[in-house]
């Protein structure tokens, strides 16, 4: 099937615990965002690539940092976990670049619990 | 910048009601209008949109109309069911800033039979 698929789907971990999440498109998008949504189910875009190029890096702290090996794939590292991190993060890929109008396809998002 | 702004939830109404969920937006130039749902414990789905002025967008029984004038996108539905109980967001992507797309707070609507 055609998606976004992101894993693991449930993530439970201790604080000050490294943890990565990984994100795969097979749509042929040149373009993959990672969102933080909270428990109000507010989204906050967090990172976006294109073509692995690193174009939006909104403030986030250095403790999450993004990988991008090719195209295809965003994954999403973050070291020493802390409580606030608890949230759902979504991956999600378009197609096109700069002023492009094309919607965005969501992964089913990773919930992330810190104990 | 660019943003959005929708009515604030949780929205409750009875099966075969009509919805409307409002949304404005404030954006340089004319962007794309997007509405997304999201169901319990899935990620967010492309329900409608529009990409310029006085277009329609529809699916599934919904509709919004993107009016340049008020700056709106507002969503509707004739006849609600149980299964539309989710969470509505508005969103937009503006022109020539790199495909950030910008979200409302979010919509949660439930539906009772």
């Known amino acids: 099937d055609t998606a976004v698929s992101q894993t693991p789907k449930y993530l439970v971990t201790q604080m000050g615990n490294d943890k990565s999440i990984k994100c795969e498109q097979n749509?042929?998008?040149?373009?993959m965002y990672w969102y933080k949504q909270d428990s109000k189910k507010f989204l906050k875009i967090m990172f976006s690539?294109?073509?692995?190029?690193?174009?939006i890096n909104e403030t986030v702290p250095n403790r999450f940092s993004p990988k991008s090996p090719d195209k295809a794939h965003l994954n999403l590292h973050i070291n020493s976990l802390e409580l606030g991190d608890s949230a759902v993060y979504f991956c999600?890929?378009?197609?096109?670049?700069?002023?492009?109008?094309?919607?965005?396809?969501f992964g089913d998002g990773t919930r992330l619990s810190i104990l | 910048g660019n943003s959005v702004t929708q009515m604030e939830g949780p929205v409750t109404l009875s099966e075969e009601a009509f919805l409307t969920i409002n949304c404005t937006y404030t954006?340089?130039?004319?962007?794309?209008l997007f509405w997304y749902v999201q169901y319990p414990g899935e990620g967010l789905q492309l329900l409608l949109k529009?990409?310029?002025?006085?277009d329609k967008g529809s699916n599934k029984g919904f509709e919004a109309t993107y009016r340049k004038e008020t700056t709106s996108f507002h969503l509707e539905k004739g006849s609600v069911q149980v299964s539309d109980s989710a969470v509505y967001f508005c969103?937009?992507?503006?022109?020539?800033?790199?495909?950030?797309?910008?979200f409302g707070a979010g919509t949660r609507l439930t539906v009772k039979p």
């Open positions: 749509l042929g998008h040149d373009t």
């Open positions: 529009a990409t310029k002025a006085d």
């Open positions: 969103a937009l992507i503006g022109r020539g800033n790199n495909n950030d797309m910008r």
């Open positions: 954006a340089t130039g004319y962007p794309s």
């Open positions: 690539y294109n073509n692995k190029e690193l174009i």
């Open positions: 999600a890929s378009s197609q096109g670049g700069a002023g492009g109008n094309q919607p965005q396809h």
